[in-house]
Nanobody, 126 residues
Framework: QVTLVESGGGLVQPGGSLRLSCAAS????????MGWFRQAPGKERQFVAG???????YHARSVKGRFTITRDNAKNTVYLQMNSLKPEDTAVYYC????????????????????WGQGAQVTVSS
């Protein structure tokens, strides 16, 4: 069993930065692929970025070059650094864990993830 808790959300002006954190409990974090998803009001939840246990990453085209996913296995934590934020980045951001041991493949569909956090609100507005 894995429990995920996001933090770091908030209100930021366009062009600003935020860093989301996701703390995981449980003994499978170090071998799990971790992902970030987001869901805007009235829209489907969509993939943002993912990282395998050994650091292989994949970022969605909409955030590539602005967002960066990283992880610290010693701290059981995954991060999402968000720079150059735009109003269209406004959403609830969710952390997710895929417990399969994968060195290269980063899943991008919701169904491939086993555990989810409660979400963190990010609002980009002037």
């Amino acid at each position: 069993q894995v429990t995920l808790v996001e933090s770091g959300g908030g209100l930021v002006q366009p062009g600003g930065s935020l860093r989301l954190s996701c703390a995981a409990s449980g003994d499978t974090f170090s071998r799990s692929t971790m992902g970030w998803f987001r869901q805007a009001p009235g829209k489907e939840r969509q993939f943002v970025a993912g990282i395998t246990w050994n650091g292989n990453t994949y970022h969605a085209r909409s955030v590539k070059g602005r967002f960066t996913i990283t992880r610290d296995n010693a701290k059981n934590t995954v991060y999402l650094q968000m720079n150059s934020l735009k109003p269209e980045d406004t959403a609830v951001y969710y952390c997710a864990a895929d417990r399969r041991d994968s060195r290269f493949y980063v899943p991008r569909s919701l169904q491939e993830y086993d555990y989810w956090g409660q979400g963190a609100q990010v609002t980009v507005s002037s």
